[in-house]
C-alpha cells in the first residue's frame, strides 16, 4: 500500500524519492509533517498529492497574518430560527489537513494546533471535541524569506515527527519539468488509491514492529 502511495504522488511530483518516503513514513506512524523549503520547490503540491492519496476528508488553510483561532478551530453562533446555539466545526475537523505556510500566522492562532496535534481533540469555548481518525497535520513554510513571517515556537516544532526538504530539482529532473510544460503539459487528476480504514489498519501494523532489546536500550540513553 505504500509502494501505491508513492506511486500516485510520483504523477505529479518529478524525483524526490527520499521526501515523499519520509512523509509517508510519518504518514504511517501517526506522525505530523513540516515541509519547508524555498518558493517554488513543490512543498504545497507535495501536500496536496499526499493528501489526494487517501480517501480521507482534507481541508487547507492559507495561514495569513490576519487568521483568528476561530478561522482554524470554529466557532459557536447563535441560531436565531431555533434561539440557541450551534458550534460549526472549523477546517481543523477533517482527517487531512494542509496549514499552508503556517509561519505567516500570528503565534496565537499558530497555537491553535497545538492540543489537535498533540491530543487529537480541539477545545472551543470549554467544550472539548475528539477529532476524526486518522489525523494528520501538514504544514509548510518558507524558511528563507522570514519578513513578516513568525518563527514556530519549539513547542510548536515539537508536535511535529518530521522536517522534510524537498531541495532543488536535480538537471536531469529539472529537464523533465521543462519538457513537461514545453508539452502543455496538465498535472494529472490524483485519485485516491486507500481509504481510512486501510490508513489505519497500516498504522496498527506500525504498533507491531519488533524493536531488539539492543535497540530499545541504546535509544535510552
Not at 102 to 115: C, F, K, V, Y
Not at 192 to 215: R, T, Y
Request: with cysteine; aromatic share 6%; proline share 7%.
Amino acid at each position: 500500500m505504500a509502494t501505491r502511495i508513492r506511486e500516485n504522488v510520483q504523477r505529479v511530483i518529478v524525483g524526490k524519492d527520499e521526501p515523499i518516503n519520509l512523509a509517508i513514513i510519518a504518514l504511517l506512524c501517526r506522525g505530523h509533517i513540516l515541509v519547508e523549503d524555498a518558493p517554488g520547490i513543490g512543498k504545497t503540491t507535495l501536500a496536496k498529492a499526499l493528501a489526494q492519496s487517501l480517501q480521507c476528508t482534507f481541508k487547507r488553510i492559507q495561514f495569513t497574518p490576519d487568521l483568528m483561532p476561530t478561522d482554524v478551530l470554529g466557532v459557536n453562533f447563535y441560531n436565531q430560527r431555533t434561539g440557541d446555539f450551534q458550534f460549526r466545526g472549523g477546517p481543523i475537523f477533517s482527517q487531512m489537513l494542509l496549514a499552508d505556510e503556517i509561519n505567516r500566522a500570528t503565534p496565537r492562532t499558530q497555537s491553535s494546533l497545538l492540543e489537535a496535534m498533540q491530543e487529537r481533540q480541539a477545545t472551543v469555548d470549554g467544550e472539548t471535541r475528539p477529532l476524526p481518525e486518522p489525523f494528520l497535520v501538514m504544514a509548510t513554510q518558507n524558511p528563507i524569506e522570514m519578513e513578516g513571517t513568525f518563527p514556530l515556537p519549539e513547542a510548536q516544532l515539537d508536535r511535529f515527527m518530521l522536517r522534510i526538504r524537498l531541495g532543488y530539482p536535480t538537471p536531469e529532473e529539472e529537464s523533465d519539468i521543462l519538457l513537461r510544460f514545453e508539452r502543455d503539459f496538465e498535472p494529472p487528476e490524483i485519485d485516491a488509491v486507500i481509504d481510512a480504514a486501510e490508513l489505519s489498519e497500516m498504522q496498527a501494523l506500525v504498533n507491531q514492529v519488533l524493536v531488539d532489546d539492543a535497540v530499545r536500550m541504546y535509544t535510552s540513553f
